[in-house]
């Protein structure tokens, strides 16, 4: 245990670095905007306001899973909670598997609910431990802990062959996905680590009754490279720093299927800004994600860092919007960015 709670604080402090970034492009940097001289638009009147699995946010942004399960990520997880209570956002909890091996851990993830009562938030598993079934004292644990409106499964296969001790066997993951989406009554949101989601596994995810994808593409965070910085691992294998789907081909990939099946498509993976936000809207995403940035805000100048941020992307987002002549963020589509040339 005590193994896994050194793991979850390298985790953390690591992303913080840009040594841990990858070094290909998520490819929002490929297309830009289809400027409008004539927008029609007041600039005061446009929304920023988002739906998500059928409730509005403030913002079209989910604030992605971190931290929890060592002492220290109570006070960060703290942090997260009363940001997202007070703007109204969407956000998902670090993994809850060191929780469910020690309960004394439950009070760095229950604090989330203590500090944002209203909010939306999810809880978090890896899809690894599904694979012999998950009893439903574990379900109960990890939804009734945080009061979770959504299970978060999150797939890393790259991270955990990284990792010198992860797991090595993946096989009954998607059973494992099917039986937890029979088994709990809050939506299943699915979601990679960075190394993205393809079009052929979105559709196995859907198949089995997943009601959110979130493609986590390369070009943000490399957990390759997080796994292969950490002072534990004696035999680094940086081959595979960069091994992924950039984002914008997971959306290309993925978007397509919005026209046979109804889910809701999170764009996350390299979102670094409110140009990357809108764009990942106007490529079919119904949402997007991010976690570096918010990290790293909170862990330079805590809330008053990450606020500044949000207050920042927000601002931006508003202006993108009017600039294109459009009112609202539901109004974004692929007429708004245009490829660039070579």
């Not at 990942?280 to 805590?302: D, H, R, W, Y």
Request: charge should be negative; aromatic fraction near 8%.
């Amino acid at each position: 245990m005590a193994d896994i709670r050194q793991r979850k604080k390298d985790h953390v402090e690591l992303t913080v670095t840009e040594g841990t970034q990858y070094t290909q492009s998520s490819g929002f940097d490929q297309f830009y905007f289809n400027h409008n001289a004539l927008p029609e638009v007041n600039l005061d009147e446009v929304s920023t306001e988002a739906i998500f699995l059928g409730r509005s946010f403030s913002f079209p942004l989910f604030i992605s899973s971190m931290t929890g399960g060592y002492a220290d990520a109570g006070p960060v997880n703290a942090i997260i909670a009363e940001f997202c209570e007070i703007n109204n956002l969407p956000f998902g909890v670090g993994s809850q598997r060191a929780m469910l091996e020690d309960k004394t851990l439950t009070k760095t993830f229950s604090i989330v609910r203590e500090k944002a009562p209203k909010a939306f938030i999810s809880a978090n598993i890896g899809g690894v431990q599904l694979i012999e079934g998950f009893s439903k004292d574990k379900l109960k644990n990890l939804i009734h802990s945080i009061e979770a409106d959504a299970v978060i499964v999150h797939l890393n296969p790259l991270q955990e062959i990284m990792q010198p001790e992860g797991d090595r066997n993946f096989r009954g993951v998607l059973n494992g996905i099917e039986q937890l989406v029979k088994d709990v009554s809050v939506p299943v949101i699915v979601k990679e680590t960075g190394a993205g989601i393809s079009k052929y596994v979105a559709k196995r995810l859907l198949n089995v009754g997943v009601e959110v994808l979130d493609v986590s593409g390369a070009g943000g965070t490399s957990w390759a490279k997080v796994e292969n910085y950490r002072s534990s691992n004696k035999s680094p294998s940086h081959n595979f720093d960069n091994w992924g789907i950039p984002t914008v081909e997971c959306l290309t990939q993925i978007s397509s299927l919005q026209w046979e099946r109804s889910f809701e498509l999170i764009a996350s993976g390299g979102i670094r800004s409110a140009h990357d936000i809108a764009k990942a809207l106007c490529l079919g995403s119904t949402f997007t994600a991010s976690a570096q940035p918010i990290i790293k805000a909170i862990s330079e100048n805590g809330l008053e860092g990450v606020q500044l941020l949000f207050d920042g992307w927000k601002n931006d987002l508003l202006i993108i919007l009017t600039l294109l002549g459009c009112s609202s963020v539901s109004e974004l589509n692929s007429s708004h960015i245009l490829p660039k040339s070579c």
